[in-house]
């Protein structure tokens, strides 16, 4: 049991080493969780202040007082002694990585990075927000992707912008082992410890509110490539009340920080690109996404608008599963006041998340019923087999999974892996993804179990359980760059009573894509029944979307 106690103070503590011995002192003779809990809790709510002061510094620090923006300015691919200076555990992948990174064709690596800084900058246009003077971007990779990220920083810096650089992410405290300790922070969670981060965080962002007003934008360079695995059963697993104060305590450092940096004010941009765990082929795929994620997204969005214009006629859109695939979901969407000038759907190119290829809404929860099944995806790096959910009016209301050995293990597995504990979750987006290019590289590249999010949600329809897209930043409207509509599916029956003495945010936000070959058909339904069919045994067959259909005929023809 003190094995177990250990890695549970060893991930609250790999920020701060020097307190880990006198933490241990404390904690060592624990001979219970309820006991360790207790001492946990006791050095959070002393060391309450300072713990918020090193958060609120790593989210605002540039130049000097930034430990990461040093080592990356120093980086090449000749010594990767350099890596050693984050205080990171690194693995052969990740200097392999950086050597394959910094030996990368100088052209495509500058073609790469300014595609991501073009993209954060184009998505004030596209998402209607105004950048004024700010300067400062939050800026995010995977330890290895330096000579990517120095290309980022760099051309931040060609345009007068400042890069806050974060401490990478290293393959050390990802997968399982995130998996395993995504809850250890609720052991150090008393009423009072919990009391005693919310004042400090409180003054901790005050302190460093000159820095927060100042940043306009993030951008996140993410991985893939290693396969998602099953959580460790001997995990932490917080009592309710410890678990119920965790996420007390992140609602209210989001909507903290919301109030300094409002989501309607930001822009964003997020890619992915391949690590070496994705094997022998790791060139070859890398250069399939160094393609897919600098292409011009243009000529998509224009389909896409197709697909807008047909779905803003109907009162509600239908699902269908192909095969074996027992889904049956009928998603409502809210009504426009004025179509001349609104519509319900925002038309995603390549600039938040790329690659391109998405169009969304907020759905409307009452009347959004039936069932999701999907026979097998990798969600937040947990893998589900058989994974259903069943919607009454856009909440959760039974949900399982196979591969867990009886029903009742299945119930358990999706409740603590997918509603994060919760009893049930309303849908918060439903959206139909485009990218039939990088649907036909993954299967043919057989990458999908290791797909991250950001490229999962663009090879088919998809919902997301949790909150709107435009949760916290539902006031400000947002306008399509191609018929100047504003998209008024901002927020749902939940999240507008936002403001009252109840919750209504969930800070969840995961979507669960239908790939298209489970897919049968997808159909808007307008107010009198008449029927517009989007796709059809995984093609797209509305007129005007035919050229989507290309990648994937290319792809029958080479089997």
């Given at each position: 049991?003190?094995?177990?106690?250990?890695?549970?103070?060893?991930?609250l503590?790999?920020?701060w080493?020097?307190?880990i011995?006198r933490?241990?002192?404390?904690?060592?003779?624990?001979?219970?969780w309820?006991e360790?809990?207790?001492?946990?809790s006791?050095?959070?709510e002393?060391?309450?202040v300072?713990?918020?002061?090193?958060?609120?510094?790593?989210l605002t620090?540039?130049?000097?007082?930034?430990?990461?923006?040093?080592?990356?300015?120093?980086?090449?691919?000749?010594?990767l002694?350099?890596?050693?200076?984050?205080?990171l555990p690194?693995?052969?992948?990740?200097?392999?990585?950086?050597?394959f990174?910094f030996?990368?064709?100088?052209?495509?690596?500058r073609?790469?990075?300014?595609?991501i800084v073009?993209?954060v900058?184009?998505g004030?246009?596209?998402?209607?927000?105004?950048?004024?003077?700010?300067?400062?971007?939050?800026l995010s990779y995977?330890?290895?992707q330096e000579a990517?990220a120095?290309?980022v920083l760099r051309?931040l810096e060609?345009?007068?912008?400042?890069?806050i650089?974060q401490r990478?992410?290293?393959?050390?405290?990802?997968g399982?082992?995130?998996?395993?300790?995504?809850?250890?922070?609720?052991?150090?969670?008393?009423?009072g410890?919990?009391?005693?981060?919310?004042?400090?965080?409180?003054?901790a962002?005050?302190?460093?509110?000159?820095r927060?007003?100042d940043t306009?934008?993030m951008?996140?360079?993410?991985?893939?490539?290693e396969?998602?695995?099953?959580?460790?059963?001997?995990?932490?697993a917080?009592?309710?009340?410890?678990?119920?104060?965790?996420?007390?305590?992140?609602?209210?450092?989001?909507?903290l920080?919301?109030?300094y940096?409002?989501?309607?004010?930001?822009?964003?941009?997020?890619?992915?690109?391949?690590?070496?765990?994705?094997?022998e082929?790791?060139?070859?795929?890398?250069d399939a996404?160094?393609?897919?994620?600098?292409?011009d997204?243009?000529?998509?969005?224009?389909?896409?608008?197709?697909?807008?214009?047909?779905?803003?006629?109907?009162?509600?859109v239908e699902?269908?599963?192909?095969?074996e695939?027992?889904t049956?979901?009928?998603?409502?969407l809210p009504p426009?006041?004025?179509?001349?000038?609104?519509t319900?759907?925002?038309n995603?190119g390549?600039?938040?998340?790329?690659?391109?290829?998405?169009?969304?809404?907020t759905?409307?929860?009452?009347?959004?019923?039936?069932v999701?099944h999907?026979?097998?995806?990798?969600?937040?790096?947990?893998?589900?087999?058989?994974?259903?959910?069943?919607?009454e009016?856009?909440?959760?209301?039974?949900?399982?999974?196979?591969?867990?050995?009886?029903?009742?293990?299945?119930r358990?597995?999706?409740?603590e892996?997918?509603l994060q504990?919760r009893?049930?979750?309303?849908?918060?987006?439903?959206?139909?993804?485009?990218?039939t290019?990088?649907?036909?590289?993954?299967?043919?590249?057989d990458?999908?179990?290791r797909?991250?999010?950001?490229?999962?949600?663009?090879m088919?329809?998809?919902?997301?359980?949790g909150d709107?897209?435009f949760a916290?930043?539902?006031?400000?409207?947002?306008y399509?760059?191609y018929?100047?509509?504003?998209?008024?599916?901002?927020?749902?029956?939940?999240?507008?009573?936002?403001?009252g003495?109840?919750?209504?945010?969930?800070?969840?936000?995961?979507?669960?894509?239908?790939a298209f070959?489970?897919?049968?058909?997808?159909?808007?339904v307008?107010?009198?029944?008449?029927?517009?069919?989007?796709?059809?045994?995984?093609?797209?067959v509305?007129a005007?979307t035919?050229?989507?259909?290309?990648?994937?005929t290319?792809?029958?023809h080479?089997?």
């Amino acid at each position: 049991m003190n094995r177990a106690y250990f890695a549970v103070t060893e991930h609250l503590l790999r920020d701060w080493p020097e307190d880990i011995g006198r933490l241990r002192e404390h904690t060592g003779l624990a001979r219970s969780w309820e006991e360790l809990e207790g001492a946990l809790s006791a050095w959070a709510e002393v060391r309450a202040v300072e713990l918020a002061r090193r958060e609120a510094a790593a989210l605002t620090a540039v130049g000097e007082e930034n430990p990461w923006e040093q080592v990356l300015r120093r980086a090449g691919g000749e010594d990767l002694s350099w890596m050693e200076e984050y205080g990171l555990p690194v693995r052969e992948e990740e200097r392999a990585l950086a050597r394959f990174l910094f030996q990368y064709p100088a052209g495509r690596l500058r073609r790469m990075g300014e595609h991501i800084v073009q993209a954060v900058l184009h998505g004030f246009v596209s998402q209607s927000r105004d950048r004024r003077d700010r300067r400062l971007v939050r800026l995010s990779y995977c330890l290895g992707q330096e000579a990517l990220a120095g290309v980022v920083l760099r051309s931040l810096e060609e345009r007068g912008l400042r890069a806050i650089v974060q401490r990478p992410q290293c393959l050390a405290w990802s997968g399982e082992y995130a998996m395993a300790h995504a809850a250890d922070l609720a052991a150090c969670l008393s009423e009072g410890a919990l009391e005693a981060l919310l004042a400090a965080y409180a003054g901790a962002f005050a302190d460093r509110s000159d820095r927060l007003l100042d940043t306009c934008a993030m951008i996140g360079i993410g991985q893939f490539g290693e396969a998602a695995g099953i959580p460790r059963p001997e995990a932490y697993a917080p009592p309710p009340e410890r678990l119920a104060r965790l996420q007390r305590l992140e609602d209210a450092k989001r909507t903290l920080e919301a109030a300094y940096l409002p989501p309607s004010d930001l822009s964003f941009c997020k890619a992915a690109y391949p690590n070496l765990l994705v094997g022998e082929r790791f060139p070859a795929v890398f250069d399939a996404f160094y393609e897919l994620n600098t292409m011009d997204s243009h000529r998509y969005e224009l389909i896409q608008q197709t697909i807008i214009d047909a779905l803003d006629v109907c009162a509600y859109v239908e699902l269908k599963g192909a095969g074996e695939n027992r889904t049956d979901l009928r998603i409502s969407l809210p009504p426009l006041g004025d179509p001349s000038r609104e519509t319900n759907f925002l038309n995603c190119g390549g600039d938040l998340n790329i690659p391109h290829g998405e169009l969304f809404t907020t759905p409307r929860l009452e009347g959004t019923s039936g069932v999701l099944h999907v026979r097998e995806i990798y969600l937040r790096g947990v893998h589900f087999q058989d994974l259903f959910l069943r919607f009454e009016d856009g909440l959760v209301t039974d949900y399982g999974c196979g591969g867990c050995g009886d029903a009742a293990a299945g119930r358990a597995y999706v409740r603590e892996h997918l509603l994060q504990g919760r009893d049930t979750l309303p849908m918060g987006e439903f959206a139909i993804g485009s990218n039939t290019l990088a649907y036909a590289i993954v299967r043919d590249m057989d990458l999908l179990p290791r797909m991250p999010i950001l490229l999962a949600e663009k090879m088919g329809p998809h919902i997301a359980v949790g909150d709107p897209c435009f949760a916290r930043g539902e006031d400000a409207p947002v306008y399509n760059l191609y018929d100047k509509k504003e998209m008024v599916a901002r927020e749902n029956e939940r999240t507008a009573r936002r403001g009252g003495d109840q919750p209504v945010y969930t800070n969840v936000h995961t979507d669960i894509t239908l790939a298209f070959d489970e897919l049968e058909r997808l159909e808007g339904v307008r107010a009198g029944g008449a029927r517009v069919t989007i796709l059809e045994r995984g093609r797209f067959v509305l007129a005007g979307t035919e050229a989507l259909n290309e990648p994937l005929t290319r792809r029958e023809h080479h089997e």
